[in-house]
């Protein structure tokens, strides 16, 4: 079992930048792919991107490709999204997704834990 607690959302002015963290528990962090996905009221969970369990490989989504950049800390048991160049269609709650699976799933039924989300919120 993993849980998975987000943190640094918040409100933040178009062109500006958030960095966000994921922290996780137990003792197996190192073996989960680890994915960022949003969500906005009425829309499908959205994925951001992705990150390989040894952090050597990555995977955008072309929204945010330039822009973000995924990463993890294995001895600190934390994924984080840096999210620079932010626009007002960023705006959604984050969450942060484990999976079981060594592969760089796209979509939410690849992962097997979710985080509760953390608010961005980009005004123009």
């Known amino acids: 079992q993993v849980q998975l607690v987000e943190s640094g959302g918040g409100l933040v002015q178009a062109g500006g930048s958030l960095r966000l963290s994921c922290a996780a528990s137990?003792?197996?962090?190192?073996?989960?792919?680890m994915a960022w996905f949003r969500q906005t009221p009425g829309k499908e969970r959205e994925f951001v991107a992705v990150i390989s369990w040894t952090g050597g490989n990555t995977y955008y989504a072309d929204s945010v490709k330039g822009r973000f950049t995924i990463s993890r800390d294995n001895a600190k048991n934390t994924v984080y999204l840096q999210m620079n160049g932010l626009k007002p269609e960023d705006t959604a709650v984050y969450h942060c997704?484990?999976?079981?699976?060594?592969?760089?799933?796209?979509?939410?039924?690849?992962?097997?834990?979710w985080g509760q989300g953390t608010q961005v919120t980009v005004s123009s």
């Open positions: 997704a484990a999976g079981v699976r060594r592969m760089l799933g796209r979509t939410a039924a690849g992962y097997d834990y």
């Open positions: 137990g003792r197996t962090f190192s073996s989960y792919t």
